[in-house]
């Protein structure tokens, strides 16, 4: 099993940047994809970005291409989110999560480990 913590949301005006993190404990995410994904108040949770933690393939909405980028320190058992020029439309509680399947995935269902959550609102 793994445990999953988000940090960095608060709020920024339109055109800022944030940069969010998830740290991994209890077992490391050598053999986890990590995907973050967001949901939006009376929307349905969608994936924002995802990476193969061993083979570094990455994943990203094409709302959020050119804008944010997921990276991993593997050493610190960490995934982060790092976004820029944020839009109000961005405005949701973003979730990092991992999943034990082979192949990178962009479905929520498929993964089976989810931090608590950290709010990102973006003023306008």
């Known amino acids: 099993q793994v445990q999953l913590v988000e940090s960095g949301g608060g709020v920024v005006q339109a055109g800022g940047s944030l940069r969010l993190s998830c740290v991994a404990s209890?077992?490391?995410?050598?053999?986890?994809?990590v995907g973050w994904f967001r949901q939006a108040l009376g929307k349905e949770r969608e994936i924002v970005a995802a990476i193969s933690w061993t083979g570094g393939r990455t994943y990203y909405r094409d709302s959020a291409k050119g804008r944010f980028t997921i990276s991993r320190d593997t050493a610190k058992n960490t995934v982060y989110l790092q976004m820029n020029s944020l839009r109000p439309e961005d405005t949701a509680v973003y979730y990092c999560a991992a999943s034990t399947e082979r192949s990178l995935t962009t479905r929520p269902h498929e993964y089976g480990y989810w931090g608590q959550g950290t709010q990102v609102t973006v003023s306008s």
């Open positions: 209890g077992r490391t995410l050598r053999s986890y994809g």
